[in-house]
Structure formats: C-alpha cells, structure tokens
C-alpha cells in the first residue's frame, strides 16, 4: 500500500483490507501458515489493526516467530489497556447515544421501561458510556455482577415515587436485553420493551476523534516500527501517543465500573 491507495477513506467505517476474525490463526499449524507467508512475500513487519484478541494473537506470534509486529489500538470495545480510547469507540458510543435519546423519548411520553442492548461481548465499555451519556437508570455489563431483585426493586420504589420511565443499558456479553426484559415483566408485572441496536453501532461516519486517532496512531505505528520497536502498541495516553508493550495492552482494562456505577444510580 501507498499513499494513493488510502487518500479518500478518512470519512469510512469498516475496513477496506477485509480483514476479519480468523479461527486458523488461533491454532499452531495456523500461525505456521501465516510465518510461511510473511517469509514467502519478504514481510518485514506487521501492524496489526484490532483491539485485544488482535493483540493477544500478535503478542503471541511474535513470542513464537520474532516478525516485528506493532499494534494501533482499534477497537469499538476500547478493550486495550494503558490506552485511553481506541479508534471507533467514539464513533460507537455516539451511534449508539443517538438511538438511546430517541428510545428516552417514548420512554418519557408513554413512561416505559426499555431495555436496551448494545454491543460489548467481554468489554462493558459502550454499555458505561451510553449509560452515563443517554442518562439511564441501570447498566448490566460483564464486569460487574447484577442483581435482577435489586433492579426491580429500584423501578418499583421509583414508581411509587412518580418515576415512570426507564432505560436499563445491558452489554450484550452479560445478558440479553429479552431476557432481562421477561424478568423485569415477571417481577414486576410491569410493561417493557426491548432494542437490540446491534450492528449500526460497527459502522457508520467516524466522528472526528476516531479519524484524529486514526490518522495519528497510523503514523505513530509506522514510526516505531521503522525504528525497530516491536511486541508493542500505540494508542493514546492523557492527550499524547505513547508506545506501550503488548503484553501490557491486553491485561484487563480498568473500567473504573463503581464510580460509574454510583453517578448513574445518582439519577434514580
Ligand atoms: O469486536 C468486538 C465486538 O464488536 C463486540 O463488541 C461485539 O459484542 C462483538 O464484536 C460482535 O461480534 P459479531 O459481529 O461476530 O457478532
């Protein structure tokens, strides 16, 4: 690739590589596979695009094979530790705030409870932010347990006292928005509806942070590479581009969940 063949994709979602998920990466005659190609096509290094199981299966090709491999955080999660925010988690969040303030709008006039699923398969990111952002009553996400008593209890103490309408955020890595919704009707005899926002939230216009991240990330990994780092990552950290070792990267990130938590039960 050059300069050409990158101009004029800036304002895109996705990814014109096409590159996806790989199953065989995952296995021994897999990676094999793949070092026979980088040493078949005279590769010298990789950077490598993705959030944590990009990272981890770089961390581990290159503890196996030494090909220099630098990794741009990218990930809607915002899963990379001793990172800041990837690129398109920004953009993520927002699509998925948009479709929360237009849910809040039944919720408000018709005073509903809504559950809402957005994505988050082991990351609880986007569930936190929209949380806080869209201003919801509750947030289910993978690393922090719930408790359904609890919940509706919270929503029936709020009925008595004229609180009406709900939006509970659920990551869908914790629990299906159906399921917590039957439970809430059962527990409560209390009307709800769901929205899965799903795969709107992988796409769409970048906002102007992803893009800034993007295209700063994308200089800063070819830096380091060509000045020899490698089992690295670079992302950004308190407003500066930081290169930070791999194995760091894909220790769990720090959600900071209970301070969250306690601003978003403020509300109710
Ligand atoms: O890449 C991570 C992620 O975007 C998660 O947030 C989401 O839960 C999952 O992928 C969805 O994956 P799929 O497109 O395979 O359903």
């Not at 509750?138 to 939006?167: F, T």
Request: glycine content about 10%; aromatic content about 4%; hydrophobic content about 40%.
């Amino acid at each position: 690739m050059d300069h050409r063949s990158v101009s004029g994709i800036i304002n895109e979602g996705g990814t014109i590589l096409k590159t996806s998920r790989c199953k065989e990466f995952s296995t021994e005659e897999g990676e094999g596979r793949a070092y026979e190609t980088i040493k078949k096509n005279a590769i010298e290094g990789m950077i490598v695009i993705g959030g944590n199981g990009s990272f981890t299966a770089s961390h581990k090709f290159y503890a196996r094979y030494k090909v220099p491999c630098i990794g741009i955080a990218a990930s809607i999660d915002n899963d990379i530790n001793g990172i800041d925010v990837t690129i398109g988690s920004d953009t993520a969040v927002n699509t998925a705030l948009a479709a929360i303030d237009n849910i809040r709008d039944t919720a408000t006039s018709m005073e509903r409870i809504f559950v809402v699923e957005v994505m988050g398969r082991e990351c609880g990111y986007i569930a936190l932010a929209v949380a806080l952002g869209g201003g919801c009553e509750d947030v289910i996400i993978p690393e922090r347990p719930y408790d359904i008593h609890a919940i509706c209890h919270d929503i029936v103490q709020g009925n008595l006292k004229g609180k009406m309408s709900w939006i509970i955020v659920v990551a869908e890595g914790a629990a299906r928005a159906e399921d917590i919704a039957k439970k809430i009707t059962e527990m409560t005899s209390l009307e709800t509806r769901t929205v899965v926002v799903g795969h709107v939230q992988r796409g769409g216009r970048p906002t102007a942070l992803s893009r800034d991240l993007a295209l700063r990330l994308g200089k800063a990994a070819v830096d380091a590479l060509l000045s020899g780092e490698a089992d690295k990552a670079v992302g950004m950290f308190g407003n500066k581009v930081v290169t930070i070792d791999l194995a760091h990267a894909i220790t769990k990130k720090d959600l900071k969940v209970e301070s969250a938590y306690s601003l978003i039960k403020l509300l109710t």
